[in-house]
């Protein structure tokens, strides 16, 4: 197997610290635009989130995910962020940009598309498309400790997914929804890297 094929079989990080203080600085940053925004603006952001079907709230697509209603509503996020994030990691920076880029940007452009008309924040799309991400790497990376990292998950946290149906007021099921989708994408992407980067052994299982 290639270094780089390797690297994205990973379970956890090549480098658990820094990789875990790039996560923890991602989140901290979350909590100061939110206490930036709760004191000095009065929630004023929260109207630069994504308003569907609006052509000047495509640019919340950008901004959503580091916006949220109040400091329950961005706790409520903190723990999977950095648990998921950190997980994440485990293919290396770059791959952790890619995926990420993959889920923030078609998750909102998906809101944007079908969302109920109101602003739409916060970073559970996020949330739900790095789940996915690592429920469905492994299965298409053929790799035997992502898929077991993925029961485990799916064990603890798996109910989560419940949110990409409508039903909740005031809960962005699209977000959430197109934020999952988006992440299955990006495992499907990866898995296929790590396949065409040992073509003459299609069947194998890596850990």
């Known amino acids: 197997m290639s270094p780089s094929s390797e690297n994205r079989s990973r379970v956890i990080p090549a480098k658990p610290v820094r990789s875990a203080l790039l996560v923890v600085l991602f989140v901290v940053g979350l909590y100061v635009i939110e206490f930036y925004d709760a004191f000095f603006l009065g929630q004023a952001l ?8 609006q ?3 495509l640019d919340g697509i950008l901004w959503a995910p580091l ?3 109040d400091f329950a509503h ?5 723990v999977p962020l950095l648990v998921l994030g950190w997980l994440v990691m485990a293919g290396g920076l770059g791959q952790f940009v890619g995926v990420t880029a993959t889920i923030w940007l078609l998750g909102g452009l998906g809101t944007w598309l079908i969302g109920f008309p109101a602003p739409h924040i916060g970073a559970s799309g996020l949330v739900f498309g790095w789940m996915v991400f690592l429920l469905m790497r492994g299965f298409f990376a053929r790799s035997v400790g992502q898929i077991v990292v ?3 998950l799916f064990l603890y946290w798996g109910g989560i997914l419940w949110g990409v149906l409508p039903g909740q ?5 699209e977000g959430h929804l197109f ?3 988006a992440g299955a994408l990006a495992a499907y992407m990866i898995g296929r890297q790590v396949r065409d980067a040992d073509p003459w052994r299609p069947g194998r299982l890596s850990g």
């Open 150 to 152: 993925a029961i485990v």
């Open 179 to 181: 934020g999952a989708l």
């Open 74 to 78: 961005l706790g409520a996020n903190t």
């Open 169 to 173: 007021p005031g809960v962005s099921w």
């Open 67 to 69: 916006l949220h209603g």
């Open 55 to 57: 052509v000047d709230g």
């Open 46 to 53: 929260n109207r630069e989130g994504i308003f569907p079907r």
